[in-house]
Nanobody
């Protein structure tokens, strides 16, 4: 069974840091892009950052200069290093991966279950 499992969320004070991890497991042939989205209460889910299989990155303007995305292709894992956290970063963070399963002819987007990040002032 294919899974994306996130970890690393929690409660942190303003200005603090957290590192999120998301590991994909199962019958995976290849992974294209991986990324992070977030959803705060009452808001729509929004893109935070993405990274391609070759390491090209993209960030939302609200997190540029504070968040860094990276991935370990050997471990099928994507990371999000978050620094200088602000109260408006409070949300459930979801990872996603556009991947191709073994024996399948096309890729599909999969989502993790989400991890809560709370920034207190």
């Amino acid at each position: 069974q294919l899974q994306l499992v996130e970890s690393g969320g929690g409660l942190v004070q303003v200005g603090g840091s957290l590192r999120l991890s998301c590991a994909a497991s199962g019958s995976i042939f290849s992974i294209n892009s991986m990324g992070w989205h977030r959803q705060a209460p009452g808001n729509q889910r929004e893109l935070v950052s993405t990274i391609t299989s070759t390491g090209r990155t993209n960030y939302a303007d609200s997190v540029k200069g504070r968040f860094t995305i990276s991935r370990d292709n050997a471990k099928n894992t994507v990371y999000l290093q978050m620094t200088n956290l602000k109260p408006e970063d409070t949300a459930v963070y979801y990872c996603n991966a556009d991947l191709r399963r073994t024996g399948w002819s096309r890729s599909t987007n999969y989502w993790g279950q989400g991890t809560q990040v709370t920034v207190s002032s």
